[in-house]
């Protein structure tokens, strides 16, 4: 079994959807600051931390960082680090090893993909589609909307926009493939996942509802050249 380590505060700031939450394969442990992070990793030699720059506690986070990295029982870990966009912050920030840093706002399913990664484990529904990403320009009734296509397969599309719709919501869009080739389809909205506030967007699961052979064709072919 795996164990993670991460600050109280972020379990439920950052750990809503799709986390580790919950997992038979993960043993989660929390940390309120980061004398108690170097006292649970002694007892419990855990495989990932996650913790913020500015953690409480009479240890100083580059400090911590320096008795974790210096010690044989310890330094077998994989850290993740969050902090500020800040000059301090920064500089603060390049004198740790961390393997890891994010800087507010981020994307949270970033971070998922990013603890899933460095725990070495399978997320719980792995995406089938290959990963690409273009440029989304649609209409939802009379109002138009742009985006970011991330994952895209033969039967659907994965949208980032700040646009909001609704599970249901029927849209119009297209978007090039990155080899040239222009794709017009009609979709429904079948999923949302709400990302951090801060980012004022979401991501949109569309099912493709009318698709011609050609196109559906061309996405086939392109996701398998790939």
Known sequence: MKKALIAIDLISLYMQQDSLLGREDVKVLTAASNDAFLKTHRQEKVDLMVTRLDMPGGIKTEKFFELIRQSE???????????EDTPEHRERIAQCRANAVFIKPFDIDLLHVKMRQL????????????????????????????????????????????????????????????????????????????????????????????????????????????
């Open 119 to 226: 725990l070495s484990i399978a997320p719980r529904q792995p995406y089938q589609e290959m990963l690409q990403i273009v440029d989304i320009e649609g209409k939802f009734g009379d109002r138009a909307f742009s985006g970011r296509g991330e994952n895209i397969s033969s039967s659907g599309i994965l949208i980032k926009t700040e646009d909001v719709f609704a599970t249901g919501d029927r849209i119009y869009f297209s978007f090039f493939l990155p080899d040239g080739m222009r794709i017009q389809v009609r979709g429904e909205v079948v999923r949302l996942m709400k990302l951090s506030p801060a980012l004022h967007a979401c991501r949109y699961g569309v099912r493709f509802t009318d698709i011609t052979q050609q196109n559906k064709a061309a996405i086939e072919l392109y996701v398998n050249k790939h």
């Open 73 to 83: 029982e310890l330094r077998q870990v994989s850290i993740i680090l969050i902090g």
